[in-house]
């Protein structure tokens, strides 16, 4: 179900962060394959075809399949918690941060759901070094977020009985976005956004609900 | 990351509605191989070796792996369908059926959560005429909680904008229990249960909310 336009998401230049261009390509080409067919129904074969190489030219990139999944995991995980982080400490209240934060963090996943899909269903498929990496970074992710419920708890914005289990709910909650979405349903990822930041605030207690 | 104890998910039979025993036996061997290689990476052959059998005695039982998907899909559904629909039809106010239809659909997916990322994730991978069938189990289920959701406006018992959107997230907050749950985390599946029935009361603006 992963055509260009679902693994782009709409971003202009989606993986601009990996050069050369021979590397973004492969790397492109192993999103869709993995989307496609799994981690493990995919070859470095199939992956090098895709993007119109030869095996040798994939090896000069990537040694093994599993440093692509590794880094695609790892460019997914920096990008979501730069969204939540740049949310967090902008200016505002904790109910316009944490707002940002979800209406961003599922913009995110349904506009680069391809990618998250991966990122989170095949994180198994990781070795135990780059697997470690990884969930110090979904610590990072989940600390983000707690961090900004903790404010709002402090504050007397937010009413909060499990601050702990409250940050793994929303989390969840914008991380399944990128199983559902679809661009052909009813909503935008903004108009999703939207109905999630107002539902999280709910969760969260938050006063004076911003109801206009 | 599969084990017996996961597949089962606590359940003393589960699969039971599966006969003859050397049917039931294949298909549990197939959630366990779907769940560490993927759909695409099993082959029947795996499936059979892991049961004990061979490939012919595999196809005494199912035609093709994705017959034994389409069965695992459908009984899934069917489990999910039954819990929601026994909540909504239960004694008591909308509250109390939300709140019961949240927590029994959490502890199902946090129980047999091996078997719900496998009818999540491999949806695509079904035929066309399997694929519309799932689907038409899917509008079931969201029609259950809608149900509850919508007696609730009607009684004032909740305050909810957009019960289309609200529904969606509710039942997504619950199936995504069963990609991060797992039993060496902090909490039972009853405590995510009753965690999530709370924060989905909230989410619904459900009045008098119940803190003890």
Same mark, same amino acid.
């Given at each position: 179900m992963s055509t260009a336009e679902e693994t782009t998401g709409g971003e202009a230049?989606?993986? +601009?962060?990996?050069?050369?261009?021979? %590397?973004?390509? !492969?790397l492109v080409a192993a999103v869709e394959?993995?989307?496609?067919?799994? @981690?493990?129904?995919?070859?470095?074969? +199939? *992956? %090098?075809?895709?993007?119109?190489? =030869?095996?040798? #030219? !994939? @090896? *000069?990139? @990537?040694k093994t399949k599993e440093e692509l999944l590794h880094r695609i995991s790892r460019i997914g995980h920096d990008k979501a918690l730069d969204i939540l982080r740049t949310a967090a400490q902008r200016e505002g209240s904790a109910k316009e941060r944490l707002a940002d934060a979800v209406s961003s963090f599922v913009r995110w996943h349904a506009g680069r759901r391809t990618t998250a899909r991966i990122v989170? @269903?095949? $994180? +198994?498929? $990781?070795?135990p070094d780059a697997r470690a990496e990884i969930v110090a970074l979904r610590r990072q992710v989940d600390a983000e977020v707690r961090g900004i *419920?903790?404010?709002?708890? %402090? #504050?007397?914005?937010?009413?909060?009985?499990?601050?702990?289990?409250?940050?793994? %709910?929303? $989390? =969840? !909650?914008?991380? +399944?976005?990128?199983?559902?979405f679809s661009v052909n349903g009813p909503r935008t990822p903004e108009e999703v956004g939207a109905l999630y930041a107002d539902l999280v605030l709910r969760m969260v207690g938050a006063k004076q609900p911003d109801r206009t």
């Open positions: 230049e989606p993986w +601009d962060e990996v050069t050369p261009d021979a %590397a973004r390509r !492969l394959a993995f989307a496609e067919r799994g @981690y493990h129904a995919t070859t470095t074969r +199939d *992956i %090098a075809g895709r993007a119109g190489m =030869s095996p040798a #030219a !994939l @090896y *000069i990139h @990537y989170q @269903y095949e $994180l +198994d498929a $990781l070795g *419920i903790e404010d709002g708890v %402090a #504050a007397g914005e937010f009413d909060v009985l499990d601050v702990q289990g409250t940050t793994l %709910a929303v $989390l =969840s !909650l914008c991380i +399944d976005v990128a199983r559902w």
